[in-house]
């Protein structure tokens, strides 16, 4: 590679690392714990827990797991309810005063007595939420998503930059070394360098599926604006209806079209999930991989038929495979450790690279100074030498 090259990638590499580093350690240290946010939720004593009961223990009606609801807050409507492929026993109600409020409450109930279990709390308290905002959206819904998606994206550069600067870097040294009988800056290059090689594939994924993840609100939007728009496109124009339709049918229906598949959650009419007039039947796999991904089933909540079912667009696909990805919740304890040690060894990266750009400009800064007592010591002699001839 040529030297103006070099500069030029050297370049692009200080800058894009430079303007998104903070973030990144933002990000870097807020993810740690949100890897392990099941198991700090059980620690805080957050899970929820279904009675123990024989595995043949038949379900309730699902409508009586509403009326269950439905009795603890009368004045509050359904907006969705939902299972965990891991706990089918309980089914998560969520209620509130409009199809839209954000003030919701949710409640656990048994599916085999319809009897409540739990008020959940807020998983992980507050600790946990403020680790989720602050890598989520910074406190500032959907622009604090996109202006960390855009930080994600200068990341991305900074990374293809550094791989290719690194390869002439490394052409006089052994992959892995690291020299300690110099200076610190010296040494800290080369941890940084290794490090970031180490990281690299690490990286590149959990920043690619970092920046699809701030593009969820935008992504929900099209595919509503589009799809959804589409699928619900016979209805417009007519009224909400008052009366709805039971879910215990509405449910029995979409399994059947759908065999082999769960239901994953239902969205009421109103939210925006589903329409005014629909109920929104998610129905996802029972894998590692198809549990992630959802089949909506769009039924007529006033005479529970289906009127339409379509597999996600491939873009809400990338983002539904994305969200998991990026903490490792794909692979069990052993895919979290993992992903652990290389967040610790991005945040060291992260930092390194920190130190050695403000190493650097001390650095200059004094060799400046030196060049300038070094000319002022020579201004005396020049003008002795200029006078004598």
Not at 73 to 92: C, G, R, T
Not at 199 to 223: C, R
Not at 308 to 316: C, E, F, G, I, S
């Amino acid at each position: 590679m040529s030297p103006v090259n070099i500069r030029r990638w050297s370049w692009i590499h200080k800058w894009s690392s430079l303007v998104c580093t903070v973030f990144m350690l933002l990000l870097c240290l807020t993810g740690l714990p949100l890897i392990y946010h099941h198991e700090i939720g059980h620690l805080l004593g957050n899970d929820v827990e279904a009675p123990a009961m024989p595995a043949d223990t038949p379900r309730a009606d699902i409508d009586r797991v509403i009326a269950t609801g439905k009795a603890m807050y009368p004045n509050k409507v359904m907006m969705y309810m939902s299972q965990e492929l891991d706990e089918p026993a309980i089914w998560y109600l969520t209620m509130g005063d409009h199809p839209n409020d954000d003030k919701f409450k949710s409640i656990a109930v048994d599916a085999r007595t319809a009897r409540f279990i739990a008020e959940p709390p807020i998983e992980g308290g507050g600790f946990m939420q403020l680790m989720f905002h602050l890598h989520v959206d910074l406190f500032a819904d959907v622009w604090g998503k996109l202006f960390l998606g855009f930080m994600g994206l200068l990341l991305l550069v900074a990374i293809v930059s550094g791989v290719v600067l690194y390869a002439p870097f490394m052409r006089k040294l052994d992959f892995g070394t690291v020299r300690h009988g110099r200076t610190a800056r010296l040494k800290w290059l080369d941890m940084h360098n290794l490090l970031g090689i180490v990281t690299l594939v690490w990286l590149l994924v959990v920043g690619t599926t970092g920046v699809i993840n701030t593009l969820s609100d935008v992504l929900l939007k099209v595919w509503q604006a589009t799809e959804i728009a589409e699928m619900t496109k016979p209805y417009q124009g007519q009224p909400m209806p008052t009366t709805l339709a039971s879910m215990q049918a509405t449910i029995t229906r979409a399994e059947a079209l759908e065999p082999g598949m769960k239901v994953g959650f239902v969205a009421f009419p109103g939210t925006p999930f589903a329409s005014p007039h629909h109920y929104g039947v998610y129905m996802h796999g029972d894998q590692a991989l198809t549990s992630r991904l959802y089949k909506p089933v769009l039924v007529d909540a006033q005479t529970a038929a289906i009127t339409d079912r379509r597999k996600l667009p491939w873009y809400l696909t990338a983002l539904l495979v994305s969200q998991p990805l990026h903490f490792g919740d794909y692979g069990g304890a052993g895919l979290k450790l993992l992903w652990a040690l290389l967040d610790l060894a991005t945040i060291v990266v992260l930092g390194s690279g920190l130190y050695l750009w403000l190493k650097r400009g001390r650095a200059a800064k004094a060799a400046q100074k030196q060049a300038a007592r070094e000319a002022a010591g020579r201004a005396p002699v020049l003008a002795r030498e200029s006078g004598g001839r």
